[in-house]
C-alpha cells in the first residue's frame, strides 16, 4: 500500500505542468520561426519546413517540420510538429524546466492537450514517462501513456529529495589558467 502512495506520488508530481505552469505562457502570441512555409488557404492550413521553432512565452517546439490549421470554423488552432525527435519545453512557475519529445507533437491550443505520438517521452524533475503515445491534458492533468505489441510504458520517478541531492552536489573543481 505504501509503495502504491508512493508511485501515485510520483507520478502525480511528474504530470503535475498545468497546476505550475506558467499562467501567462498562453496568453502570449503564437511565434512561429522556420526556413519556409507555403500556405493553403482554402483548407485553413500552413505548412513550415524546417528547422521550425515555435515560442508562446516559455512554451517552446522544435522540429523539422510544422503545420498548423484548424479542424472546423471556430474549434482552434492545432499545431503538429514532426521530427527526428521533435521537442517541447517550458518552464514551470518554480522555475524548472519540464521537456518532452516524440516523432510527432500534437498540441490543440484550444483544449491545452498536448499528444505524443512514436518514441514519446515526458520529463520533469528527473522523471519520465516513456511509450509510444502520451497525450495530456494540461488544463485537466490528465495523462495517459500507452504502448503497442512488445513495447511497454516505462516511469521513471526519481525520490522526493532527488531535486535537493542534486543541488547539494558540488561542482567539479575546473582548473585555473595558468597567468601569462
Same mark, same amino acid.
Given at each position: 500500500?505504501?509503495?502504491?502512495?508512493?508511485?501515485?506520488?510520483?507520478?502525480?508530481? @511528474?504530470?503535475?505542468?498545468?497546476?505550475?505552469?506558467? $499562467?501567462? $505562457?498562453?496568453? /502570449?502570441?503564437?511565434?512561429?520561426? &522556420?526556413?519556409?512555409?507555403?500556405?493553403?488557404?482554402?483548407?485553413?492550413?500552413?505548412?513550415?519546413?524546417?528547422?521550425?521553432?515555435?515560442?508562446?512565452?516559455?512554451?517552446?517546439? @522544435?522540429?523539422?517540420? @510544422?503545420? &498548423?490549421?484548424?479542424?472546423?470554423?471556430?474549434?482552434?488552432?492545432?499545431?503538429?510538429?514532426? %521530427?527526428?525527435?521533435?521537442?517541447?519545453?517550458?518552464?514551470?512557475?518554480? %522555475?524548472?524546466? &519540464?521537456?518532452?519529445?516524440?516523432?510527432?507533437?500534437?498540441?490543440? @491550443?484550444?483544449?491545452?492537450?498536448?499528444?505524443?505520438?512514436? $518514441?514519446?517521452?515526458?520529463? /520533469?524533475?528527473?522523471?519520465?514517462?516513456?511509450?509510444?503515445?502520451?497525450?495530456?491534458?494540461?488544463?485537466?492533468?490528465?495523462?495517459?501513456?500507452?504502448?503497442?505489441?512488445?513495447?511497454?510504458?516505462?516511469?521513471?520517478?526519481?525520490?522526493?529529495?532527488?531535486?535537493?541531492?542534486?543541488?547539494?552536489?558540488?561542482?567539479?573543481?575546473?582548473? !585555473?589558467? !595558468?597567468?601569462?
Amino acid at each position: 500500500m505504501k509503495l502504491n502512495s508512493l508511485i501515485l506520488a510520483g507520478l502525480l508530481t @511528474l504530470i503535475s505542468l498545468g497546476a505550475q505552469a506558467k $499562467d501567462n $505562457d498562453l496568453l /502570449q502570441e503564437v511565434k512561429i520561426s &522556420a526556413a519556409s512555409q507555403e500556405a493553403d488557404i482554402k483548407n485553413n492550413q500552413i505548412i513550415f519546413h524546417g528547422p521550425v521553432e515555435v515560442s508562446q512565452g516559455s512554451i517552446k517546439i @522544435l522540429a523539422d517540420e @510544422l503545420r &498548423a490549421f484548424s479542424k472546423e470554423k471556430n474549434s482552434g488552432k492545432i499545431l503538429v510538429a514532426t %521530427g527526428n525527435p521533435a521537442t517541447y519545453s517550458q518552464v514551470m512557475e518554480d %522555475g524548472r524546466p &519540464a521537456s518532452a519529445s516524440a516523432k510527432e507533437i500534437r498540441y490543440e @491550443l484550444s483544449s491545452r492537450t498536448l499528444t505524443l505520438i512514436g $518514441d514519446a517521452t515526458l520529463e /520533469q524533475e528527473g522523471s519520465q514517462v516513456t511509450g509510444t503515445q502520451i497525450r495530456y491534458n494540461i488544463e485537466q492533468q490528465q495523462l495517459i501513456a500507452e504502448s503497442t505489441g512488445n513495447d511497454r510504458v516505462i516511469t521513471i520517478i526519481q525520490p522526493e529529495n532527488y531535486q535537493e541531492q542534486k543541488q547539494a552536489q558540488p561542482e567539479p573543481e575546473q582548473p !585555473e589558467q !595558468e597567468k601569462q
